[in-house]
């Protein structure tokens, strides 16, 4: 009776505001992610952290049977996994594009919503909340002011999209490209009738001036049209 006694417990009404909160704040995150178009959004931020918070809840009171016949359970091997098992899903949200990847900052969403969940679940509240602001913070404000310190300084990558007559060589368009100071990446060719299309891919140096750049290639010789992909 005294071991039954001192078995942890929690009231439904605590339960509920655990569960409650971890969705809350999960959904919160993905509300960010869905405003931005990305492969997971608000309803699988706020199913990850629920379930994080449920497996907590269930690995830290729901096993008083087998504690009252003298077994010994770690209730936090089951929020260990949840570590685990998230990397499974992250990984699905990574896209691998040609020579760009897409879908890190997804995943490490989809990780540390699983930390929060399972944060609210073991009634750590501040600590949840607070983790929770930060990362909407580096998920906003802090990604603008990093583009806009960073890409003072850093190389950025574009496509260049080319009109050229049937038959006519690129060879022209890129050495004038590697005289403006870009830097070739890709290249790709398509055939459209009397026309030939290139795709490329280059690196322009910092504070280039893109619009500029395109002036200055559609004066090469056979250019028919060039652009800035969008």
């Known amino acids: ?7 942890p417990s929690l009231s439904w009404e605590e339960a509920l505001l ?12 993905g509300i960010e ?5 990305r492969e997971a959004g608000f309803r699988t931020h706020l199913l990850v952290s629920l379930g994080s918070a449920l497996f907590t809840i269930a690995g830290a009171y729901g096993f008083h049977d087998l504690l009252t016949h003298g077994s010994s359970i770690d209730p936090t091997r089951v929020a260990a996994q949840i570590v685990t098992g ?9 896209i691998r594009q ?7 900052t997804t995943a490490a969403t989809l990780w540390v919503v699983a930390a929060i969940g399972l944060t609210s679940g073991a009634g750590y509240y501040s600590a949840a909340v607070i983790t929770t602001g930060l990362v909407l913070f580096s998920l906003w404000p802090l990604r603008i002011a990093s583009y806009r310190i960073l890409g003072r300084f850093r190389p950025e990558t574009d496509r260049l999209l ?8 690129p060879a022209p368009l890129i050495e004038a490209l590697e005289g403006l100071g870009a830097r070739l990446q ?3 060719v398509s055939h459209e009738a009397d026309r030939r299309t ?7 140096p910092p504070r280039a001036d893109a619009a500029a750049m395109v002036v200055k290639l559609a004066d090469v010789e056979h250019v028919l049209e060039i652009r800035w992909d969008d």
């Open 162 to 169: 080319v009109q050229l007559p049937a038959g006519e060589s």
């Open 33 to 37: 992610r869905e405003l931005r178009e």
């Open 1 to 7: 009776m005294l071991l039954a006694a001192s078995l």
């Open 98 to 104: 040609g020579v760009a990847v897409r879908g890190l």
């Open 186 to 188: 890709s290249l790709e």
């Open 86 to 94: 998230i990397g499974f899903l992250g990984a699905g949200a990574i």
């Open 18 to 29: 655990r569960l409650a909160l971890a969705a809350a704040l999960g959904g919160a995150v």
């Open 198 to 204: 290139v795709m490329i891919d280059v690196t322009l």
